[in-house]
């Protein structure tokens, strides 16, 4: 009786207390943001408050080792980026295992990057910057967040499609790469197209092709797609998700999984990202998982190719 009394209650009564949402990031970043944005919705669909945690350290592992020893009761999830497939590949000895100690719940969205280069380098199309780096190998370079980040594992993904050599410049930040490319101490960046559109409608940037899927970022209509650049295999978008720890009931996630995709589908939140590019999605459990596994699968492959020593 106890048993089917408490089936009916996940089924039917959760959240019974407020959920945590651990960001493994700090504060104000994108991350955060969509954390946020969509915290704040749940809250108001279910009646119980869905609070952000920020939890930040060793580059998210700190959070996510949290939330791996959380109770699979629903009420602590976890807001991933593609950092949570990269760490895997990076890092020693993690204190979780990120495909059996976490439960995939969805997709939240996804952003597009765009390769963007010096004006300096007077080309204007993908085919005649990959031909000027064939030519010189070894003389440009590009910038990162850091070894083991996105932007560099992104940056040695293009090498490796493109075949070309282009010399890593780890930076601590967006705004050092930025300030680099425009100084010419860099060549070339990959970024998310909201953070670049302000440097390419200003001039300071040249946009050279996006990394969608095969269609165009609304904001850049005139930019190709790296497929139609003729540089294959550089589908990269940055995607954000929930997971919670593993074993959560199916009900759960489930529910979890509906609420999400009313929450996309609400105008508070359309409007909140409207104009950047993002791409709503609202996965299934079984669609995100997948996503996961080719994500750790893809960058474990990166990395060793690259040569990128494990710390």
Known sequence: MLFGASLCFGAEVYPIKT??????????????IVARVISQQLSEQLGKTFIVDNRTGAGGIVGNGIVAKSAPDGHTLLMVNPAFTIL????????????????????????????????????????????????????????????????HLYSELFKIAAKVDIVHIPY?????????????????LIISVPTALQFVNSGRMRALA?????????????????????VSG??????????????IPKNVVNKLHAEVVKAL??????????????????SSPAEFSALIHNELQRW?????????TAR
């Open 19 to 32: 959920v945590r949402v651990v960001a493994p990031f700090a504060p104000a970043g994108i991350s955060d």
């Open 300 to 308: 474990a492959e990166v990395i060793k190719s690259a040569g990128i």
């Open 210 to 230: 996006v990394t969608t899927d095969g269609k165009r970022a609304p904001s850049m209509p005139d930019v190709p797609s790296m497929n139609e650049a003729g």
């Open 88 to 151: 895997p590949g990076i890092s020693k000895a993690l204190p979780y295992d990120t495909v059996k100690d976490f439960t995939p719940i969805t997709q939240i969205m996804r952003v597009p990057s765009v390769l963007v280069v010096s004006p300096a380098l007077n080309v204007n199309t993908l085919k005649e910057f990959v031909a000027l780096a064939q030519a010189n190998p070894g003389k440009f370079n590009y910038g990162s967040g850091g070894p083991g980040s996105a932007l």
């Open 172 to 188: 601590k930040g967006g705004g050092e790469n930025f300030a680099a490319l425009i100084g010419g101490q860099i060549q070339m």
């Open 265 to 282: 589908a609400a105008s508070s939140v359309k409007n909140q990202f409207a104009g950047q590019d993002a791409e709503l999605v609202g």
């Open 234 to 247: 550089m589908t990269i978008y940055v995607w954000f998700g929930f997971v919670g720890p593993a074993g």
